[in-house]
């Protein structure tokens, strides 16, 4: 198969009507989903900081969404949703093309083709598809999209994983594939920018990302509608390749693709390759920078802070007190803890035979506090709680909050299905009052002596991680603590026997007495972290 390159628009062929119209249709579309319409994209974009930049940054700069809604996402069910902009868009892109047809009949234009806005069309389309693809797959280039599984997880029984954890769990117990599939989609969105590999990249990305489509539908994922995003950016790109592929694989025969380039000035050819040669310093070498920086230093699943180190590892309860009544080993007991892990990031999980509101999230923590980053909770269920920690190791003691953040709809909900079978008060289910505040109130939670020691929670990451970004999100973040309805508690912690034993004391998140003694537990699991393991936490 040859390529034909026609530099001259006066020796192009005439085009008919219906691809005239069709044109007209297809660009008034294709541009409405290709270029953001959302002044925030435009804030966002004149709000980064260019000398301290966080890969976030760039990776928001890659990925938004455009188009027409005029009706909502009511015209499909829930995980067709998303598509309905598109529905919307092509709506209007019809009328706009059969109104601009109306007026070149009306003012009689002679315009017999439109190659030129074609090929800057193309453009277009090219640009957001190779720029928004190389930003989601440097997420898998350095494996932080899908990430180990965390002991509390790996302590969660398989049926009480979503469908969409399981497959993020698939990959994440095998970076090396993940990385093999990030490395796929950098290298084709890196050849959407040069015209000779376009039809190579396209067809890369129909294939990868015509897969995850699949995947995500299969597994009940939240990506669907953006992977189909690149598929249909592609398929456009590849018009002009689907009569010679079909010839030259179908028919076997000699097949020619034509295609049109304007005849650029000197000046306009210099433009070309130093626009060309600054975004691909930006979006691909820069930002191969600093997405290593994020893996190595500060991995947006991931808390960044670490843990207490002689309190990391699994657990099982022997001893749980509550104000005083123990509770024996139970299984259905809905109040007893029944497992306790502490990561190598300051997260405590424990396990509980309580029904849970299910994070269906994808975990990725945005404002950056440690924790706003929920992947060990979710998709998770089996009545696993996770609570972020600030740990004063002076006194030894931890401060915790819950990682679920209710939402105001959740505060008015009287909580009936407890473990134990009976209806309890609501603010003994949740630690919320009768008014839906938590039991224990932010101002309570950590007097303000000892909230000066965490002050510097934006500071505990390598300087390298310190971007601008974080600690303007860190600051926005603290204000917005203040007015989150979260489950907090105090504990004491002391640990005997060389680290093998672990006793808590305090008051639980509705101002409850609690003694829990825990007593370490060496798991051997068949599943072990590879050397691509994100984070610094020694």
């Known amino acids: 198969m040859s390529t034909k390159y026609n530099f001259h628009e006066v020796n192009s062929p005439r085009w008919t009507s219906f691809q005239r119209i069709a044109f007209r249709i297809s660009f008034v579309f294709f541009i409405i989903i290709s270029i953001p319409n959302n002044p ?4 966002h974009v004149f709000a980064i900081d260019w000398t301290n930049l966080d890969y976030r940054d760039l990776y928001d700069i890659c990925r938004f969404g455009s188009g027409v809604n005029w009706f909502g996402r009511t015209i499909f069910g ?38 030129t806005l074609l090929y800057w069309l193309n453009v277009i389309v090219r640009y957001r598809a190779g720029l928004g693809i190389i930003g989601f797959g440097f997420t898998k280039v350095f494996p932080v999209q899908m990430p180990y599984p965390s002991l ?10 979503t469908a969409q954890k399981i497959f993020w769990l698939s990959f994440g117990i095998v970076p090396w594939y993940q990385v093999f599939a990030g490395v796929l989609e950098v290298t084709a969105g890196t050849m959407l920018l040069f015209r000779k590999t376009v039809a190579i990249g396209a067809t890369l990305l129909v294939g990868a990302l015509g897969a995850i489509v699949v995947v995500n539908f299969a597994y009940d994922g939240g990506v669907h509608v953006y992977s189909s995003y690149f598929v249909l950016l592609s398929l456009f790109l590849l018009v002009p390749y689907f009569v010679p592929f079909y010839q030259l694989f179908v028919k076997e025969v000699p097949a020619k693709v034509i295609l049109f380039y304007p005849k650029f000035a000197t000046a306009g050819n210099a433009a070309r390759y130093v626009s060309k040669s600054v975004v691909i310093f930006l ?8 997405q290593y920086i994020d893996f190595r230093y500060d991995p947006y699943k991931q808390p960044s802070s670490a843990g207490v180190k002689n309190l990391r590892g699994n657990y099982q309860v022997t001893t749980f007190r509550l104000n005083g009544k123990e509770h024996p080993f139970n299984p259905e007991d809905s109040i007893r803890w029944q497992s306790v892990t502490f990561e ?14 299910l994070d269906l999230s994808n975990g990725g923590g945005d404002p950056k506090r440690d924790v706003n980053r929920t992947f060990e909770l979710s998709g998770v269920a089996g009545g696993r709680r996770a609570f972020h920690y600030y740990a004063d190791t002076e006194t030894q003691t931890l401060y915790l909050e819950d990682k679920y953040k209710l939402i105001p709809d959740q505060r008015n909900i009287t909580a009936g299905d407890g473990g134990d079978g009976g209806v309890r008060n609501y603010s003994e289910e949740s630690g919320l009052d009768k008014n839906g505040q938590p039991a224990i109130s932010y101002d309570q939670w950590i007097p303000k002596e000892i909230k000066q020691k965490f002050a510097t929670e934006v500071d505990d990451v390598h300087p390298r991680a310190r971007t601008t970004r974080r600690i303007r ?3 926005r973040a603290d204000e917005l603590a203040k007015e989150e309805v979260r489950r907090r508690f105090v504990v004491h912690y ?45």
């Open 40 to 43: 925030l994209w435009y804030k």
């Open 494 to 538: 002391d640990v005997f026997n060389n680290g093998n034993e672990v006793v808590l004391r305090g008051v639980d998140e509705n101002n409850d007495s609690l003694y829990v003694q825990l007593d370490r537990v060496n798991k051997h699991f068949k599943l072990a972290p590879g050397k691509l393991d994100a984070g610094q936490y020694d």
């Open 283 to 290: 979006f691909v070498g820069v930002f191969f920078y600093l």
């Open 78 to 115: 829930y995980r067709l949703a998303g598509y309905s902009i598109w529905v919307n868009t092509l709506g209007f892109s019809v009328i706009v093309g059969f109104v601009w047809t109306a007026l070149a009949k009306w003012f009689k234009s002679p315009r017999l083709e439109y190659n």
């Open 473 to 475: 999100e860190f600051a």
């Open 152 to 161: 509390g997880i790996l302590d969660t029984d398989y049926g009480d994983l």
């Open 344 to 357: 190598k990031w300051s997260t405590l999980s424990y396990k509980v035979n309580r029904p849970l509101p």
